[in-house]
Each structure stands twice: as C-alpha cells, then as structure tokens.
C-alpha cells in the first residue's frame, strides 16, 4: 500500500511557441488529489483544463514545474504513470474503423499487458457494464457517436486504472448518451472506492454530479478550489431561503422573525405576495447564519399565527461562483451550452 | 467491498510487454494493410507497380546497351527488387505513426498505454514489409523467367543478409518515422524522397565506382550498399561491377554487420529523441490536416 497522493502539482506552467508571441496556457498551476476522490477542473474552452490533463498523462511536458501521478514524476517515469493511468477524451471520431468494437478493446487489452484470455473476458464484461452488447461485432467505424464514446469510455477502464482522467467526455453527446456516461462513471465510483477521478468539463452540472472537489479555472490558472458547496459559499456566505406563509406573523411581523438568534435579514421577497390579488399568502426572503437556524424560525412563525406553505432554499450555481470570480460568464468567451 | 489502492511496486515495460504488443500491432497492421476494398488496386499498387518499375529500368538499360550488358543486367534486377523492400519498410514505418495520429486519431491512447510506441510501430509496419517482400520475389521471378537472370543462392550468405539488412532498413525508417512525427501529414511522401535518395548512393542500380568521388564515403558508409551487394552475391554468386565487387563475401558481411550495429542504436537514439521533442512540443495529438 503506498500513502501517495493520486495527483500532485506545483508551480505547473505550460507556454506554447506562437507567432506573434507565446501563449501560456497554464500559468503555475498547483493540485493535490487525494486517492479515491473524484476532482473536476471547470472552466470554459481555453482555460487550460485540457493542457493540464495531457501533462499528467505524460502526453506533454511542462515548460516548468512539478507533477506526480501516484508518486511518480510525469516528466522522467512515464511507463510507471502509464501502469496506474488511464484517459478518455471525448468530442472526436477516435478509432480503428476497420477492426470491430470487441476486436478494438481486446487490441488495447493487449497493450496494457492483459494475458489473452483474461484480456477477452475483460473487455467481454466492459462491452456489458457499457451496454455495447448489440454492437459488439460491429465494425467501430459503423457506430454513432455515443456509442463510440461508450467504447472509448470502455477502453479507459480495461486496465482498471488507479487514476482515471476524463477530459469534456460528454461533449458532443447527445442527452441520453451523456447521462449514460455519467451513471457508467458513478458505478466505476462505487465498484470499489480507492479509484480516483481527473474530470475536465465545462458542463457546471456534470461537475457537481460527479465530483467530490472542484476547481475553476481561467486562463491557465487555478481561480478557486473546493466542495461544490464551499465554492458556492465563496459568493454566498449565508444560507437564503424563500418562506411563504399563509399570512404576516402577528406580534412584530417580519421585524421580529429578523431579530431572531442565528437570522441576519428576513425582508419581503422581491415578487411580494405569492398568491394573486386579494390573498393574504405573502413570501419572505430570510438569510440565515447557517441553516440550523431554521427550525427557530418555523416555530416563530407558528407562534405567531402563521403556517407555513412553502419553504425553498435559494443557492447560487457554480456559474454564479465563476462569474464572481472572474467578471464574466462561460458564454462570455465561448458558447455555454447546458449539460446533454 | 474491494479499495483500490496504489500497487507498492509498479514497473516499467517489460519485455513481455512489449512482445505482446507487438504481435498484437502486427495484426491490427494487417487488417490495415489487407483491408483493401478493391482488390485489383491492391494487386496494382503492390505487384504491378514494383514490377512495372523494374522493367522501365530494364528497357531503358537495353536501350542504351543495346542488348549487349548480361551481367550489368542481372545487377540491375536483383538492386531494383531488393529496394522494394527499403520502399515498404520505410513507407510502412512512417504510414503507420501518421495514420495513428492524424486518420485513426489513436496516437495519444496508444502512448498512455504502459507498451513502448516502439514495438507497436515495428508490428503494425511489419505488413507493408511481408507485401514488399512479394514484391521482390515477382520481380526475381520475371528476371529469371523473362530476363534470363541466373539465380545461384548461397542461403549462408543470404540469410544473415537479409537479417542484418532487413534491421538497419527498419531502423533507419524507424529513424524517419519519429522524425516524420514533428511533421504535418504531407510527412507522408518523405520516406519515398530519403528511399530515392538512398537508391543512388547504395549501388541498387549504379556500380559505386560511376558515382561522382565525393559519393563514395557516404555510399560506403551506410548500411544498405552493404546490404545490397551480400544480397546480391547469395543470389547470384557473384558481386556486383566493380571496387566492391573485388571484396571477399566474409568481409562484405562484416562491413554489413558493422554499419548496422551502428546505425541501430543511432536510430533507436533518434527515435527516442524524436518522441521526447513531439512530448515538448506537443505533436503526439496533434491532428495537422492537409
């Protein structure tokens, strides 16, 4: 057993030769990922989300800096890091057209070392656990998009790999296909924990469902870092919520629900009343110093003659976080397009 | 429920390794390679082709001999067919790391395999080298039949020939294939020009001795002259016109087995090189279009 990290960067830069001049497309970028976590680097096209990810997977050196996959330098032990790693990259057309699907994946079975038979069956349980089992025998070249995804999706896990990266592996995909992929990776997740996750996306949905951390990243560097909920919280450090109730609390109203422990603001939410003309209904937005302020004031409300007919939490989305961040939206530079 | 944990040990390529994915690439560069879907261009480009150019030089030679150079001819039969063979290994080594790059779009997956390109590269090339050899068998054959070429073989002599040739041709197209790869795909017609150039200086259709004086170093100097002319005396029984054919067969084989174990690790060296430049310059995925 080693106690190594799964990824671990520093100072990481990448400069590209250009004319009229260089362009740096990481600019010291420094990562820890610990084993078993799944980690998702969002940002828009051009972040330098895909850079990152071919230096760790030894397919481009650095210009500068460190990086380790599982302990093992990515500049001087490529063939150790190819042992424990893994990629699929998605958008492409990806394949040897003439060969069949099975024939494909049992083609690289072989190149990650599989003995033949053990081979066979791997790739045999792969065609299942993706659901290419119709397409087995077809040729690679006759298969949808999706389904070529789904085979490349297969070929990634053939060497049961300690470190994964999937870099935008939905794009392109349609709603179905992509939400396949997703339930794939989740299960790959809780087949046996200790597999860990390297996810580019620039899809915020695809980032939340399937990543214990993530990090924004814009122009090659590395904006924020966390939970999805510690990033939300950068934003918004209190918890909102939208109350309706059937009518005013007696006894100081929404003044007193405001002075309540644990209650920073509690005002009539923007769109007022919720129930039309002539109804008492009215909607509070409450912010609370954490959420376990809450139950004080349901049963302040209760106390004062009101019931409660709706409660929602109101919290912002990692675009939101990322607009914070940076100034601008995903689709400010390049067309954001919501998850398939 | 199982944890997946880091191996304490994890190795590198192994030779196993990298004999597994050899054999495995020499099938999928067949499957390339056979995968013609007509086979009369099949049959065109890798018989009549080699064939047809074979006796344009053979035409042109009794042109200006006028019939009259028996022996020149059987030099220049045994030369053109045996360069079918520098044609197929360097066209196939540089075929098969731009078709993975920039057609098949698999050059990035197989590089993040724990295998060597190495190995993959030799397999799916190894095709193109069995087509080449049918190549020079048909072109032998029509010397003999046709041509009146009178074959002697001396299989002591051929064998290790065709060995020690067959690996200083490899290498040198593995040399040109990592270099091909810093290329964009037009990279393609290069092995063809260095294969062209390479037919003059190696004595495949003219004697050492009519190339111009600052020629023989080099001509001396590479693998395949060497090659050319142990081919030729366990074919013929006999060397080629002229210096070099005035040599004993164990010292040409010794000047084969010499520049080919210098040219090996100098190829081995360029290739690896080669590969660490498109790793620094980003060339491995790089898909460049036409």
């Known amino acids: 057993m080693s106690e190594e990290l799964a990824i671990h960067a520093r100072g990481v830069t990448r400069v590209y030769k250009a004319k009229p001049s260089p362009v740096t497309a990481l600019g010291g970028v420094d990562l820890d990922v610990e084993p078993g976590e799944y980690f998702g680097l969002l940002g828009p096209n051009g972040a330098g989300k895909t850079t990152l990810i071919k230096i760790l997977t030894t397919l481009l050196l650095p210009t500068s800096g460190t990086a380790r996959i599982a302990g093992f330098d990515v500049v001087n032990e490529t063939a150790k890091i190819r042992r424990v790693i893994n990629m699929v990259a998605g958008g492409e057309q990806s394949g040897y057209g003439l060969l069949t699907l099975r024939e494909q994946l049992w083609m690289f079975s072989q190149f990650y070392g599989l003995p033949a038979r053990e081979g066979w069956r791997r790739v045999d349980e792969l065609i299942e656990i993706t659901g290419l089992q119709e397409q087995r025998d077809q040729k690679v070249r006759t298969l949808s998009t999706g389904q070529r995804q789904k085979l490349n999706f297969a070929r990634g896990l053939l060497n049961d790999p300690w470190v994964l990266f999937l870099d935008e592996p939905t794009l392109g995909l349609d709603v179905a296909a992509a939400r396949d992929l997703r339930e794939h990776t989740l299960a790959w997740k809780a087949a046996a924990p200790g597999r860990t996750l390297l996810l580019t996306t620039h899809y915020m949905v695809e980032a939340e469902q399937l990543c214990d951390r993530i990090a924004i990243v814009d122009r090659g560097k590395i904006l924020a870092l966390g939970t999805p909920e510690e990033l939300r919280r950068r934003v918004q450090a209190e918890s909102i919520f939208r109350i309706e109730l059937d009518r005013l609390p007696a006894n100081g109203g929404i003044a007193a629900i405001g002075a309540l422990p644990g209650v920073l603001s509690a005002v009539p939410a923007d769109d007022g009343v919720a129930d039309g003309a002539g109804s008492d209904r009215v909607a509070l937005k409450v912010a609370l110093a954490d959420d376990s302020a809450l139950t004080s004031v349901v049963t302040a409300v209760a106390e004062r003659g009101s019931s409660l007919v709706g409660l929602a939490k109101s919290e912002p989305s990692l675009e939101d976080v990322f607009v914070e961040l940076v100034g601008r939206g995903f689709g400010d530079e390049d067309e954001a397009d919501p998850a398939p | ?290």
């Open chain 2, 1 to 290: 429920m199982a944890v997946i944990e880091r191996p304490a040990t994890v190795e590198g390529l192994t030779i196993p390794d990298a004999w597994r994915s050899f054999r495995t690439a020499v099938g999928l560069g067949w499957a390339i390679e056979s995968n013609w879907s007509d086979p009369f261009l099949f049959a065109v480009y890798t018989i009549a082709k080699p064939l047809a150019a074979a006796m344009i030089l053979v035409v042109m030679f009794n042109v200006i001999t006028q019939g009259q150079g028996g022996e020149f001819l059987q030099f220049l039969i045994v030369g053109s067919a045996l360069w079918n063979v520098v044609f197929g290994v360097m066209g196939g080594l540089v075929q098969s790391i731009l078709e993975d790059r920039e057609r098949y779009r698999m050059m990035k997956y197989l590089v993040v395999t724990p295998t060597s390109l190495f190995p993959i590269l030799l397999g799916r090339s190894l095709a193109r080298v069995a087509v080449s050899f049918v190549a020079v068998i048909l072109t032998l054959a029509v010397g003999v039949v046709l041509l009146g070429v009178e074959l002697r073989p001396n299989i002591l002599l051929l064998v290790p020939a065709t060995i020690l040739g067959l690996t200083a041709v490899m290498a040198l197209g593995v040399f040109i294939a990592g270099w091909c790869l810093q290329l964009r795909q037009e990279a393609w017609s290069y092995p063809e020009a260095i294969a062209g150039a390479l037919y003059l200086v190696s004595g495949a259709i003219f004697p050492i001795d009519v190339l111009p004086t600052f020629l023989h170093p080099i001509a001396y100097a590479i693998p395949t002259t060497w090659w050319l002319e142990a081919s030729r005396r366990g074919l013929l029984g006999h060397g080629s016109p002229g210096t070099i054919g005035t040599l004993p067969d164990l010292v040409v084989l010794a000047l084969l087995v010499v520049t080919t174990a210098v040219v090996v690790p100098l190829a081995l060296a360029g290739f690896a090189w080669f590969m660490r430049r498109a790793r620094e310059a980003g060339l491995l995925d790089m898909t460049t279009g036409s």
